[in-house]
């Protein structure tokens, strides 16, 4: 071996030993789709004494972090998300209702003395705040003295010696507790019964205690802190929450839900099982295929393929990305797209085989790595483009899909370009494998392109006709998007979104009299798979959904909800932006890229192609009736990366044929480039499509819309590569003034017809 095939033997080793480690010593971290649970996200909002900025939100994280505590939920997250939103994750808990009373409620505890009886006219004046008590009367209240940020401890009993029922005990810090006794010290230097020695404990805005300080309490002397009690008519559940809110502490800012997503934990179960048996269906599929198209070295390059699983899954691990369902999916996805350097290697390897006879098999393959290198990169960084956008203007699993995609890309990069290569170096400078062109698939040209050379179709005689087909098409998709609609999902109109199971089946029309008779009269009820209903709403709160599920149960029976989605309208109208702003970038920076890699012309019939892919993929969802929401904006930014791979791949083609034949025409150049670039994009394509189907079937409804979406993006998207994309830029070319590539200049020597030739006898050597 090489020294250079040592390296790459070595450190695929060591690269994999540690991967084979990690998996089997570290366990994945599940998103709340995969094994059950509620997401929240809360949107801080400015106060009268506070502006929701990145500190004050990360004061609020800190107070919310200590309720959910003490709710007693395993392993919650809370992170904040930009400046004044928290992102809040509760593993198990199916039932946000609780759970959203407790840690969204502002909770802004103060202690007022009492000026006296309050009256209607003072009500919502500047004379000061005027609240009835726990009777109704109304009580004029004075400022503020203290607030629920002194109380050091708070815990609810149940008094049974004096019947005073459950009761609040607080205790309150050093300073605080001075302020108190200071209160009650005042308040007891009025006589009994007046209404001034009342000492009035406000929640968000309202009493819920004005006890009197007793009569054995001096003037100006007041009661210590550990021995304050709030008494009021509570029940049991009524002082735990109460106590617990206390002792979190007031928000520093008030909150709302903008978003809530609740999973069942079976729901999730069934999308691992499916997600997991389309992997290794599809997976298997894909090796099947590449290894019959290229004998031994399409075998070789499973085997880096299944390396690839091994070490892009040990990276998630490792990172501690978050596996979402999506991130599954785009982690199936990228086997697929794995193989892609693989057959762009083969291929040129094919060829280079093919055009100089007596060249080793070895020397064939070095030169299929080096000459593939342009396109892989090209095509590589792309999808990248199309990952980070993913991340940085996606929101919650589409996150997680962007960053499943980055690892593998990366990862897919290193198993063909250092496994694959290793494996496939070592295979070459085997006579048996050099002398036998049934067994290494590289000697023999293969049936694609056998066939091709031999009717040499001229495809481009008529570029318009290409682009008549193409204007048509994107017509037709048009016509659906102005005709049946696009069906926004509720990620970017708002609203709420649930999924039921019920013990007894339940058609859509008997689920829609029910809830219309139950008061849900606008809800939207269509079947989710395997006899589950969907309740799509506007605004829903958790008690309001409560009593849906529960008028559900008394048709359906036993009632379990399997996923609920709520998107403030605010939420949504900042999706929906941020997914137009996520395309436009999409097509600015392919265009920017590609101009910069290639001509303008090939960058602009690159990006018109792209276009056309995103129309048509939209058209066929509004002509489907199938919902557009997060996951197809995923899937549609994956589109992109995939067509501009195709159109890369072809366009570098065109540019190196066209550099080494100046002279000839662009359109012939083109047509050979398509010729010689057919092969690569079937078996690329296939590969890809194999492990879609395998989502599409059996990945469950979770996957289907997703799966659909890529499925009919890589046919799109491998037509308009070709049959788009290259009629446009050859328009394009036949108005430009801009001179044919130039050829590329070896180390040290010059090509073209100016190069300087060597004398034959001449060897080279220099002294």
């Keep these: 071996m090489t020294r250079a095939t040592t390296v790459r033997a070595v450190l695929a080793a060591a690269v994999l030993l540690v991967s084979v480690l990690i998996t089997l010593t570290m366990s994945p971290r599940l998103g709340l789709d995969l094994q059950g649970g509620t997401r929240m996200v809360l949107q801080a909002k400015d106060s009268a004494t506070a502006k929701a900025d990145r500190e004050s939100t990360d004061r609020t ?9 003490s709710l007693g939920v395993s392993e919650p997250t809370l992170t904040r998300s930009g400046e004044d939103r928290i992102i809040v994750e509760l593993p198990d808990v199916q039932d946000p209702r609780k759970a959203a009373e407790v840690i969204g409620r502002t909770a802004q505890l103060s202690y007022h003395a009492v000026r006296g009886p309050g009256t209607e006219q003072e009500k919502g004046t500047a004379a000061g705040l005027t609240l009835p008590d726990e009777e109704g009367r109304l009580l004029a209240l004075g400022q503020p003295r203290l607030t629920g940020a002194g109380v050091k401890d708070a815990g609810a009993s149940f008094d049974a010696q004096q019947g005073a029922g459950w009761t609040v005990a ?111 269906i599809g997976a298997a599929a894909t090796a099947l295929f590449i290894t019959f198209v290229y004998r031994l070295f399409g075998a070789l390059a499973a085997t880096a393929l299944a390396a690839y699983g091994v070490i892009s899954y040990a990276a998630l691990v490792a990172l501690g990305v978050t596996l979402t ?24 390897a094919r060829e280079e085989y093919a055009e100089r006879s007596g060249r080793s098999l070895r020397s064939a393959m070095t030169a299929g790595f080096r000459n593939a290198w342009s396109a892989v990169a090209d095509s590589n960084v792309t999808t990248l483009f199309a990952a980070g956008l993913l991340f940085f203007l996606g929101s919650g699993p589409v996150k997680g899909f962007g960053v499943t995609l980055a690892i593998g890309v990366l990862a897919s990069m290193f198993s063909a370009l250092v496994i694959a290569r290793a494996l496939t170096e070592i295979a070459s400078r085997s006579r048996f494998v050099g002398d036998y062109r049934g067994v290494n698939g590289i000697a023999r040209p293969g049936r694609v392109r056998t066939w091709l050379a031999r009717r040499d179709p001229q495809l481009f005689r008529s570029p318009r006709r290409w682009l008549l087909i193409s204007t048509v098409l994107i017509a037709v998709a048009g016509l659906g998007i102005v005709v049946r609609g696009v069906d926004l ?9 649930v999924e039921y199971s019920t013990s007894r089946p339940v058609d859509v029309e008997t689920a829609r009299t029910v809830l219309a008779g139950a008061g849900f009269g606008d809800a939207e009820v269509t079947t989710a798979g395997a006899g589950d209903l969907s309740v799509r709403t506007g605004d829903l709160d958790n008690h309001e959904e409560h009593a849906l599920r529960a008028a559900l149960a008394e048709a359906g029976g036993d009632t379990t909800k399997v996923r609920d989605e709520l998107i403030g309208p605010s939420l949504g109208d900042e999706l929906r932006s941020n997914a137009l702003i996520a395309l436009a970038v999409a097509v600015l920076v392919q265009l920017a890229y590609l101009a910069v890699r290639f001509r303008w012309t090939f960058a602009l019939a690159s990006v018109t192609a792209l276009v056309h892919d995103v ?31 195709d159109s890369v791949v072809v366009f570098d083609r065109v540019r190196e044929l066209w550099a080494k034949a100046r002279r000839e025409s662009v359109t012939t150049i083109a047509n050979r480039a398509v010729l010689q670039t ?68 070896a180390s040290g020597r010059t090509s073209g017809a100016g190069a300087k030739r060597r004398d034959p006898r001449d060897n080279g050597a220099r002294v």
């Design 489 to 497: 999902g509720v990620e970017f109109t708002g609203g709420r979104l």
């Design 61 to 69: 994280l800190e107070v919310l972090r200590r309720r959910i505590d």
């Design 170 to 280: 607080l205790d309150f810090h050093k300073d605080a507790g001075r302020d108190w006794t200071r209160l009650t010290g005042e308040a007891a230097c009025h006589p009994a019964q007046d209404e001034r020695r009342r000492v009035a404990i406000v929640l968000d805005d309202r009493v819920i205690s004005s006890p009197q300080v007793a009569p054995s309490v001096g003037c100006n002397v007041g009661l210590p802190s550990g021995s304050t009690q709030i008494t009021g008519s509570f029940g049991a559940d009524e002082a735990r929450d109460l106590a617990l809110l206390i002792k979190g502490g007031a928000l520093p800012l008030p909150v709302e839900i903008v978003e809530q997503r609740t999973v069942g934990p079976t729901l999730g179960a069934a999308a691992i099982d499916a997600s997991a048996r389309a992997a290794l």
């Design 678 to 745: 057919v092969p690569r994009t079937v078996n690329t394509g296939m590969g890809a499509l194999f492990i879609l189907a395998a989502l599409a079937v059996l990945g469950g409804d979770s996957l289907e819309d997703f799966a659909l979406a890529l499925l009919i993006g890589i046919c799109v998207g491998t037509y308009s590569s070709v049959l788009t994309a290259v009629p446009v830029a050859l328009t394009l070319e036949k108005r430009a003034k801009t001179p044919p590539p130039a050829r590329k200049r």
């Design 325 to 348: 369902l999506p991130g599954l999916a785009g982690f199936v996805l990228a086997i697929g797209m794995a193989v892609d350097a693989n057959v762009l290697v083969f291929e040129r």
């Design 615 to 645: 129309i048509l993929l939209v058209g066929a969802f509004a002509w489907l009736g199938r919902t557009v929401d997060g996951i197809f904006l995923a899937a549609l930014l994956t589109v992109i990366g995939y067509s501009v791979n």
